[in-house]
């Protein structure tokens, strides 16, 4: 995991929170990857709708994507860039899942990731969570094949 931090003690909180956030993801360990969202989260994740709001709501996201792979699942976070200030922070990476799926199918996808954190109390929780893909302007069409350094 290649991380571009900030050098304040702020920064390395981030970042912890997104290596825990990454080895719960890989085993499934929903509860774990969702432990430092805030209650009213703000999701705009890579399917519909066009927004999503709640950490019970992106829970159970996690559980239907989850659940339709076999553990433990092939994640991967790379490119990741921390700025964090003393109240507010914004993370953004590109994420990768390379999974078996139950139906026996594989899933290979990379996708561009931005949370932003806020600190509550000492603790930062992640506010908002931004999913996207590019697409083709040809085709109008996701361009869910693409990796870091491709173009379009």
Same mark, same amino acid.
């Given at each position: 995991?290649?991380?571009?931090t900030?050098?304040? $003690?702020n920064g390395s909180?981030i970042?912890?929170?997104l290596?825990r956030?990454?080895e719960?993801?890989k $085993?499934?360990d929903?509860?774990?990857?969702? $432990?430092n969202?805030?209650?009213?989260?703000?999701?705009f994740?890579?399917?519909?709708?066009?927004?999503k709001?709640?950490a019970?709501?992106?829970k159970?996201?996690?559980e239907?994507?989850l659940s339709?792979?076999?553990?433990?699942?092939?994640?991967e976070?790379s490119?990741?860039?921390?700025?964090?200030s003393?109240?507010?922070?914004?993370? $953004?990476?590109?994420n990768?899942v390379l999974?078996n799926?139950?139906?026996g199918?594989?899933?290979?996808? /990379? /996708?561009?990731?931005?949370?932003?954190?806020e600190?509550?109390?000492?603790?930062?929780v992640?506010?908002?969570?931004?999913?996207?893909?590019?697409?083709?302007p040809?085709?109008?069409?996701?361009?869910?094949t693409?990796?870091p350094?491709?173009k379009i």
């Amino acid at each position: 995991m290649k991380t571009s931090t900030d050098q304040s $003690s702020n920064g390395s909180k981030i970042e912890t929170i997104l290596k825990r956030r990454i080895e719960a993801i890989k $085993s499934q360990d929903i509860e774990n990857a969702v $432990s430092n969202y805030a209650e009213n989260v703000l999701l705009f994740d890579v399917v519909g709708p066009l927004q999503k709001t709640g950490a019970q709501v992106a829970k159970q996201r996690l559980e239907e994507w989850l659940s339709t792979m076999e553990s433990p699942v092939g994640y991967e976070v790379s490119h990741i860039n921390i700025k964090a200030s003393d109240t507010i922070a914004f993370c $953004s990476s590109f994420n990768h899942v390379l999974s078996n799926k139950k139906d026996g199918s594989k899933l290979d996808m /990379w /996708w561009r990731e931005t949370l932003c954190f806020e600190k509550n109390n000492d603790n930062w929780v992640i506010v908002q969570l931004h999913s996207s893909v590019p697409m083709d302007p040809e085709s109008g069409k996701a361009s869910v094949t693409l990796k870091p350094g491709d173009k379009i």
